[in-house]
């Protein structure tokens, strides 16, 4: 029992200074790291592991870094050639209700960035967005990563299925199923959650939310039903991108038709067509390379073959990462456009001003999940051992340790692979299907997202915002529990 308060006593430490002290989430993440390589220190850990750990943070560390860094440099220079105007323009010129575009972009958007990207990008990507149709940043940020935990369930074109479940002999075709079902369920009323979630941070009554709850429900229902069927009929690789590519068209013909309430006006695309070029660019890198039309595949750097609880601390670094197609698309775009070269300095001087200090606080939260992952005894374990026992009470504690999962490693994928035996094995004592109980990691794991630190360091930079991270926290903490309470109830009905 002490060695499990002592492997939890940093998260307390995290949500203490972070959420209630307001201390910074550097010096935050750099105590945590510190006591976890002391314990495991002490603990007996050879430091040899420790390191390689530590290792593989920093290669984990670059390449958030350069999504990042594509994302701030590319909107950097639309704004300084004036094109980031224009991109406003245009996404007004489509309706100039808010609420319309929380559903478009925060919600079908952000889908479709996940389902074909991942890795935090949908977040990146759409939150600048909305802010340019009139969303506060903050705002704007807990809309895209409250969407986003559902589309990871499925994102990366079914990598938390694929890898995440890697090894678990019959799992993948029952668990994608009852995952559809439960997440889709919810997705029903996840567009109306989000109008929610904008009226309370733009400080707006709900009622004035009123007018566009036909759009938010209609987009919820087809959604869900695209993401359940083509989970049963073609497995987890698409339904992330089918519900966003064939939902948004959907939404759109109704809209164009004023049949939901609020309608939809003809775009004016010239005013767009360069900033948009940029964006779709990288839309199009995405798909083209996850289809492999190259073969260009990636390497593999082996961090000297060291085996941590059976498993060899590696690292592969891909010529398809978003990071390198987000930064090439950006570089496209200014050899397309041809700015002066003081723009493009300018816009490499804010880049790395911004850069800098998000790179320390992401290096030391990614050498603390690192520790945690790959630490002996294994903490991950430590802490599912509490729960053993729970009978039906494990319905609700299996999605916590998904999102538990996330919020230390801040992947799905991640969060699949440290439980996914764990929760077989408590299957087997509270007398449960396995198969439900994995489904209910995954969809926790998604939800999870949303409280991942380094994903919204990461976003919270890109939208130029500093010290929202015990704001962000504070909102995703409570929907995230929120979403876990629903979903362990509707997954009685599997039983």
Not at 111 to 117: D, N, P, S
Not at 403 to 421: D, E, M, P, Q
Not at 458 to 473: F, M, N, P
């Amino acid at each position: 029992m002490l060695d499990i308060l002592l492997a939890l006593l940093p998260f307390f430490l995290i949500a203490y200074l972070l959420v209630v002290r307001g201390v910074s989430a550097l010096h935050t993440l750099f105590f945590a790291f510190l006591y976890m390589f002391v314990l495991l220190f002490v603990w007996g850990q050879p430091v040899q592991e420790l390191f390689f750990a530590l290792l593989k943070g920093s290669f984990i560390t670059f390449d958030l870094l350069l999504i990042i860094f594509g994302v701030l440099f590319l909107f950097y220079v639309l704004q300084e050639t004036k094109h980031m105007e224009h991109l406003e323009l245009f996404l007004s010129s489509l309706s100039k209700e808010i609420p319309v575009h929380i559903v478009l972009i925060g919600y079908f958007f952000v889908f479709f960035l996940e389902g074909i990207a991942g890795f935090g990008t949908p977040a990146l990507i759409a939150a600048p967005l909305l802010i340019l149709v009139g969303v506060r940043p903050l705002t704007a940020v807990v809309v895209c990563l409250v969407t986003d935990s559902l589309a990871v369930v499925f994102g990366a074109f079914g990598t938390p299925i694929f890898v995440g479940l890697a090894g678990i002999s019959g799992a993948e075709t029952v668990v994608t199923q009852i995952t559809a079902v439960l997440a889709g369920a919810v997705m029903v009323f996840l567009p109306t959650l989000l109008l929610f979630l904008y009226s309370s941070g733009e400080g707006i009554s709900f009622r004035k939310m009123y007018p566009y709850l036909p759009l938010s429900f209609v987009s919820g229902i087809v959604s869900a039903l695209l993401f359940i069927t083509s989970a049963y009929f073609l497995g987890p690789e698409f339904p992330s991108v089918i519900t966003a590519v064939f939902g948004l068209a959907i939404v759109i013909f109704f809209l164009r038709r004023g049949v939901l309430g609020v309608s939809l006006r003809k775009p004016r695309f010239r005013l767009a067509i360069p900033s948009l070029s940029a964006y779709l660019l990288i839309i199009a890198l995405l798909i083209v390379t996850r289809i492999d039309l190259f073969g260009l595949g990636s390497f593999a750097l082996s961090l000297g073959g060291v085996i941590v609880l059976s498993q060899t601390i590696s690292h592969t670094f891909s010529f398809y990462a978003p990071g390198v197609l987000i930064t090439l698309s950006a570089l496209l775009f200014v050899l397309f456009i041809r700015p002066k070269w003081a723009v493009v300095r300018s816009s490499l001087v804010l880049t790395k001003e911004k850069l800098l200090p998000v790179g320390a606080t992401l290096l030391f939260t990614l050498f603390f999940a690192q520790l945690i992952m790959y630490s002996s005894p294994s903490i991950p374990e430590l802490v599912a051992s509490l729960f053993a026992g729970t009978s039906y009470g494990y319905l609700f504690f299996a999605p916590l340790i998904g999102a538990f999962g996330s919020f230390i490693a801040g992947s799905a994928t991640v969060s699949n692979l440290l439980f996914a035996s764990v929760h077989i094995d408590a299957a087997v004592f509270t007398d449960l299907s396995p198969s439900l109980i994995l489904a209910l990691q995954v969809v926790g794991a998604g939800i999870g997202n949303m409280l991942a630190i380094h994903n919204i360091i990461a976003v919270l930079a890109v939208v130029h915002v500093k010290g929202g991270i015990r704001t962000v926290l504070l909102h995703t903490s409570v929907i995230a529990l929120f979403l876990i309470v629903v979903v362990s109830i509707l997954s009685l009905g599997f039983l």
